[in-house]
Antibody
């Protein structure tokens, strides 16, 4: 059974870099069949996509966060990471890592997150 | 950028049918999926590729997509279905979520 587990500091100071890691077990992030990604959810608000990657090639980022986000992958450890620079209180959220499954059906893309981590709350505060 | 719009809240009586809509420009040209999220829990995929149910999701959950609107339908709604529901699509290599709908069963 595939499992994803987020880890990282629960408290980040404003202007510093928020860093999280997602450890994947029960499956390989080097699989040719899946993308992987990060999603966040501010307290009491909806889901916001941060970025998605395939284990080779460049990641795709939310345009609203692109200037501050970096997603990297360590296939040897079967994990991937998120870095968000210049953190502000608006970045306070539960951060999820997830697997993105899907394919093109009749020429149209069908992609969905089928496995999620439990999420980790990151608070940006001095 | 592409946007998906959901009603903030929907109410339904137990045993009745709940319908949650998700609107976007020419949405029928995108495949849509739906997630259920209960308080303090991670989202769970309940519908993908507009109409398909993952293993383990009850048959009372169904989906459709036509024109500019995708719809999640819950037939014979149970109190355990009370949750937030999010639609999601993939557009130009980006993931787009709807704002979410709080389903109240009362």
């Amino acid at each position: 059974q595939l499992q994803l587990q987020e880890s990282g500091p629960g408290l980040v100071k404003p202007s510093e870099t928020l860093s999280l890691t997602c450890i994947v077990s029960g499956g390989s992030i080097s699989s040719n069949n899946y993308f992987w990604g990060w999603i966040r959810q501010p307290p009491g608000k909806g889901l916001e996509w941060i970025g998605t990657f395939f284990y080779i090639g460049s990641p795709y980022y939310n345009p609203s966060l692109k200037s501050r986000v970096t997603i990297s992958v360590d296939t040897s450890k079967n994990q991937f990471s998120l870095k968000l620079t210049s953190a502000t209180a608006a970045d306070t959220a539960v951060y999820y890592c997830a697997r993105l499954d899907g394919l093109a059906v009749a020429g149209l893309p069908s992609y969905y997150f089928d496995y999620w981590g439990q999420g980790t709350l990151v608070t940006v505060s001095s | 950028s592409y946007e998906l719009t959901q009603p903030p809240s929907v109410s339904v009586s137990p045993g009745q049918t709940a319908s949650i809509t998700c609107s976007g420009d020419k949405l029928e040209n995108q495949y849509t999926c739906w997630y259920q999220q209960k308080p303090g829990q991670s989202p769970i995929l309940v519908i993908y590729q507009d109409t398909k149910r993952p293993s383990g999701i009850p048959e009372r959950f169904s989906g459709s997509n036509s024109g500019n609107t995708a719809t999640l339908t819950i037939s014979g709604t149970q109190t355990m279905d009370e949750a937030d529901y999010y639609c999601q699509a993939w557009d130009s290599s980006t993931v787009v979520f709807g704002g979410g709908t709080k389903l109240t069963v009362l």
